[in-house]
């Protein structure tokens, strides 16, 4: 385990994490090690896959390096601050002006349209201005989805929702997406159309998308990609 003096990148990229470390409690009182002396640079544009076996602690890293899940030591830096040593009310407005999420289960409000689960990020940060419907409009059209926006979201296909999940996580100029299993509960055909959207925003958007995946295919189109083996991340290319 790293001392808290360590915590500090050689550089300043988006965000990083140093020397992770996080366990479980086995139910019996027992503390077991999922994640150990992780480190992660993650840069503007960058587009990031980590892979490994169910249970290896691939979703775990991702809700520790997305403010979502607190390590039981080291630290986890956005612009060289520390993320887990912010106040609550801190770390909320982070996520809300800087990082988006898109789950494997979409997380959409589905009693309202599609529109309205897409906009509603822009309505909580404040910034729903006639620019940012028109960048709305123009990735759904991009996107495929623009003839469901009136529809309600609980009335869509599973790939539907994760398009919108996806232009909803990006709608407001985030930082970084975080996108946890996108495509692993998806049909193939579905799986391979989202797969190819990520691949092609991500280098379109310039911002930095980090995806956890146990598909091998998914992960190696990927411009840094990293495997959990033993509780490590190890970086595969």
Not at 3 to 30: Q, Y
Not at 91 to 115: C, K, P, S, W, Y
Not at 178 to 199: H, K, Q, W, Y
Request: charged content about 30%; some cysteine.
């Amino acid at each position: 385990m790293r001392m808290e003096s360590e915590c500090i990148a050689d550089f300043e990229p988006v965000l990083s994490c140093r020397g992770v470390f996080k366990s479980f409690d086995d139910g019996s009182g027992n503390r077991i090690s999922i994640l150990e002396d992780v480190d992660l640079d993650v840069a503007p544009g960058d587009l990031i896959s980590i892979c490994g076996k169910s249970g290896s602690g691939k979703s775990t890293l991702l809700h520790i390096i997305s403010s979502l899940l607190k390590p039981d030591s080291g630290c986890v830096l956005l612009d060289g601050k520390d993320v887990y040593a912010m106040r609550d009310k801190e770390i909320m407005r982070l996520r809300r002006n800087a990082l988006g999420f898109v789950f494997q289960d979409n997380m959409l409000l589905e009693d309202i349209t599609v529109e309205e689960n897409i906009i509603l990020p822009a309505q909580i940060a404040g910034v729903l201005t006639p620019d940012v419907r028109a960048r709305i409009a123009d990735l759904a059209k991009e996107m495929g989805i623009d003839g469901i926006m009136a529809r309600r979201a609980g009335l869509i296909s599973s790939g539907e929702k994760s398009r919108v999940s996806l232009l909803r996580a990006i709608s407001v100029g985030k930082r970084i997406i975080f996108l946890d299993e996108p495509t692993g509960a998806l049909d193939s055909e579905n799986a391979r159309a989202v797969e190819e959207l990520i691949i092609s925003l991500a280098g379109s958007l310039g911002m930095a998308f980090v995806y956890v995946t146990h598909d091998d295919a998914f992960a190696k189109r990927a411009g840094k990609r990293f495997a959990i083996s033993e509780k490590r991340l190890i970086r595969r290319g």
